[in-house]
Nanobody
Framework: QLQLVESGGGLVQPGGSLRLSCVAS????????MGWYRQAPGKQRELVAS???????DYGDAVKGRFTISRDNAKNTVYLQMNSLKPEDTAVYFC???????????????WGQGTQVTVSA
């Protein structure tokens, strides 16, 4: 059973940056595609970024050009570098493991506990 633990959230001013990390254990990390989702209060969980096991990345329209997803298979870790943060980026961010098919990410029911990101002056 794959286990995921996120960290790196916090309070940041608009225009600032944060880097989220997600460490995986209990499975073969390199065999999974990985995704970052977020969920704001009263809204559905949305896919923010994904990376397949070959390093190919994809982003939601709201974060393109500002967020970068990366992975370090030696450390069983996936990262989300978030720059130029906006108040609308405020949400709980979740790490997820899944697979890709025809460049589309599909998540398994493997989730971390989430990390809160708050963007406010």
């Amino acid at each position: 059973q794959l286990q995921l633990v996120e960290s790196g959230g916090g309070l940041v001013q608009p225009g600032g940056s944060l880097r989220l990390s997600c460490v995986a254990s209990g499975g073969i990390f390199s065999s999974y595609a990985m995704g970052w989702y977020r969920q704001a209060p009263g809204k559905q969980r949305e896919l923010v970024a994904s990376i397949d096991n070959g390093g190919n990345t994809d982003y939601g329209d709201a974060v393109k050009g500002r967020f970068t997803i990366s992975r370090d298979n030696a450390k069983n870790t996936v990262y989300l570098q978030m720059n130029s943060l906006k108040p609308e980026d405020t949400a709980v961010y979740f790490c997820n493991a899944g697979w890709t098919f025809k460049s589309r990410y599909y998540g398994y029911d493997y989730w971390g506990q989430g990390t809160q990101v708050t963007v406010s002056a």
